[in-house]
């Protein structure tokens, strides 16, 4: 039987086809400002890629903050719920999960059959996620895309002191001025993201093996400054951006 998530983030929306346990494909687009045209489009486009018909998905069950607005999906599931499934699926030994999204990050406590057990959640300031990373990417003048690479040449990582973003962007500005390397500030803010998010996760206490989920996973610099931090490898799946959508669609799978 074949299932179908649909992960509509702040930034971008996302969905993924499964079929019998097996991902056969999924995408990634932005989101605008219309989430429920956004989850359409996704989905359609996936579909098309796939080569097959919307008929033959069995159910299609969404998430994230606009989960609402996808009509045609039959079940919404909250994304602590579709991160956790997800990332169970792809590798069973995993037992906290950290996902670090456009808006908010989290942290999953799973049990040995794949349930949430605690979870821990910033959402009430974009310190430590994508947003945060744009802001900063703007006020650099840098691409977004780049910042992990930079951030690896760094030889004196900035200290960014502030939790808050608009006070971080003023930090930011000022070392700019004093004349400090793209490649350390850029380095300071992954660890200042570092050690936000592994306080947060701390709430619920670290148990590895750890996975990261989340857009922010693409970014090997702040990969490399939370393992730094938490002392503990992660892992990074290549679907971890899609985390989400592949967990909803395990969620569908299971109500079929």
């Known amino acids: 039987m074949r299932t179908a998530g649909i992960d509509i983030g702040s930034i971008t929306a996302k969905a993924a086809v499964m079929e019998d346990g097996m991902i056969l494909g999924s995408r990634i687009i932005f989101t605008g400002y219309n989430t429920d045209l956004a989850g359409r489009k996704v989905f359609e486009e996936l579909i098309k890629e796939l080569g097959i018909e919307t008929a033959s998905i069995g159910k299609i069950v969404s998430t994230g ?7 045609f999906a039959r079940k919404t599931a909250t994304e602590i719920i579709c991160h956790a499934a997800g990332a169970l699926l792809l590798d069973s030994r ?60 760094a030889d004196r990582p900035s200290r960014i002191s502030s939790l808050c973003t608009v006070f971080a962007e003023s930090e930011v500005i000022s070392l700019i001025s004093k004349g400090e390397t793209r490649e350390n500030i850029i380095a300071g803010i992954h660890e200042s993201i570092a050690a ?38 992660l892992i990074v799946s290549q679907y971890a951006q899609v985390m989400g959508a592949i967990g909803a669609a395990v969620i569908a799978s299971r109500a079929v």
């Open 196 to 233: 936000r998010v592994s306080a947060m996760a701390a709430r619920i206490g670290i148990v590895s093996p750890v996975m990261l989920t989340g857009g922010v996973a693409r970014n090997i610099g702040v990969v490399k400054a939370l393992e730094a931090k938490l002392g503990i490898p």
């Open 94 to 153: 995993v037992k906290t999960v950290i996902d670090i999204g456009g808006q908010d990050s989290k942290a999953i406590s799973v049990d040995g059959t794949g349930k949430v057990k605690n979870f821990v959640m910033n959402d009430k300031c974009a310190a430590g996620t994508g947003r945060f990373l744009e802001v900063m990417a703007r006020a650099l003048g840098s691409d977004l895309d780049e910042f992990g690479s930079l951030s690896l040449k």
């Open 65 to 71: 903050y606009g989960r609402s607005s996808v009509k």
